[in-house]
């Protein structure tokens, strides 16, 4: 369990910071929200910030997808009018692969950036209701007795599900560079000069209908804190460079750039 990090009312006590090699991105933003006593929790290059029992910010300075740099709001899509009233440069993250996100990010490179992100910080200040999300707690929602999904589950299942499958899996990643079929474990998977890019993962752990894809950790660590209702991961994957994806929820053009990171991903490797 990930031992929880206190940011000190006064000035910010280097010893109650994240034991980070590297600087705390924006440490203003921690600073400017002291005294709710947040408390941060690395994220494989990103630093997740937390008051209470909800996410509120994740803080990003990456070289890698330098666009999505910032401070990323932990919001959903019916706040994002609103909330772009307070804040014109807002926008969706580009790294989800996806036109809109729940999440949104207050870029770095915007010229209102800090006046942007202080703002923010008043906001969360004020307990304002758009911000923050309980990790978790849409799946916590009372399941349907007829196969052990949410409600909501079964009504996006069906709005996509009949679409998106391994069919739908092959037919897009086969398009992409050196990509064949194979088999991880006996189960249908696509793998990238001999190396495993995604399969239909067999662990008891994994959900029904659910795609293991290979991504970095960083990635990984986006994915999870930015859409929890698509991307998930088990105890027994938390150590391999994977993520799960329930193919309920997305469409295919999400898949077709989670597929293309992926292939950045292992042919990388593989050149290393």
């Known amino acids: 369990m990930t031992r929880r990090q206190h940011v000190s009312p006064e000035a910010l006590d280097a010893s109650l910071l994240p034991k980070h090699r590297k600087p705390i991105p924006h440490a203003f933003v921690l600073e400017a929200i002291s005294t709710l006593s947040p408390y941060t929790r690395p994220m494989f290059g990103c630093l997740a910030v937390y008051v209470k029992d909800k996410i509120v910010l994740i803080l990003r300075d990456k070289p890698t997808n330098t666009a999505d740099n910032g401070v990323w709001l932990a919001t959903t899509q019916e706040h ?6 307070e804040f014109p440069n807002m926008r969706s993250i580009q790294v989800l692969g996806k036109p809109v996100t729940g999440w949104q990010v207050l870029p770095v490179d915007a010229p209102d950036f800090e006046s942007a992100a202080l ?7 004020a307990g304002d209701a758009r911000i923050g999300k309980i990790p978790g707690a849409r799946t916590s929602k009372p399941r349907s007795k007829a196969d052990g999904r949410s409600p909501k589950q ?3 299942s069906k709005k996509h599900g009949s679409t998106i499958d391994f069919d739908a899996v092959r037919k897009i990643g086969l398009a992409l560079p050196g990509v064949e079929e194979g088999t991880a474990y006996g189960s249908p998977a696509l793998e990238v000069h001999g190396r495993l890019l995604a399969c239909v993962p067999v662990h008891r752990s994994a959900e029904s209908g659910s795609l293991a894809v290979r991504v970095d950790f960083d990635d990984r660590a986006e994915l999870l804190a930015a859409d929890p209702d698509v991307y998930y991961v088990t105890d027994h994957y938390l150590n391999y460079t994977a993520v799960l994806v329930r193919l309920s929820r997305v469409t295919a053009d999400v898949l077709q750039g989670l597929l293309g990171m992926a292939h ?7 050149r290393r």
């Open 80 to 85: 994002h009018q609103s909330l772009r009233r």
């Open 119 to 125: 703002r923010a910080c008043e906001l969360v200040l």
């Open 154 to 156: 079964i009504k996006t």
């Open 264 to 270: 950045k991903f292992v042919t990388a490797r593989r």
